[in-house]
């Protein structure tokens, strides 16, 4: 089993930016795929971004304002949120899963979640 804890959220202006950094502890095979979701409320949790040793790919409605990384020394997966919208406003989550995959039923490992608040 995986534990992930996030970290970085917070309160930012409309064209701001924010990193969001989540660290992952366990069975290292299990943190092969680690993934962003976020949360609004009263909506569905969608995929935001994930990424491999080899292999990284963000959702529609961030690209070219976010961008995942991770550093497997660390165990350590980032996202950085830059040009921030009112609409980023949700809650983030960190995901692992043991392949590769951007659905959400397919990731076995959540992390409690923090707030991103986007102000306009």
């Known amino acids: 089993q995986v534990q992930l804890v996030e970290s970085g959220g917070g309160l930012v202006q409309s064209g701001g930016s924010l990193r969001l950094s989540c660290t992952a502890s366990g069975r290292t095979s299990d943190m092969y795929n680690m993934a962003w979701f976020r949360q609004a409320p009263g909506k569905e949790r969608e995929f935001v971004a994930t990424?491999?040793?080899?292999?990284?790919t963000v959702s529609d409605s961030v690209k070219g304002r976010f961008t995942i990384s991770r550093d497997n020394a660390k165990n350590t997966v980032y996202l950085q949120m830059t040009s921030l919208k009112p609409e980023d406003t949700a809650v983030y989550y960190c995901?692992?899963?043991?392949?590769?995959?951007?659905?959400?039923?397919?990731?076995?490992?959540w992390g409690q979640g923090t707030q991103v608040t986007v102000s306009s």
């Open positions: 990424i491999t040793r080899i292999a990284n």
């Open positions: 995901a692992a899963a043991s392949h590769w995959t951007l659905s959400r039923n397919d990731f076995n490992a």
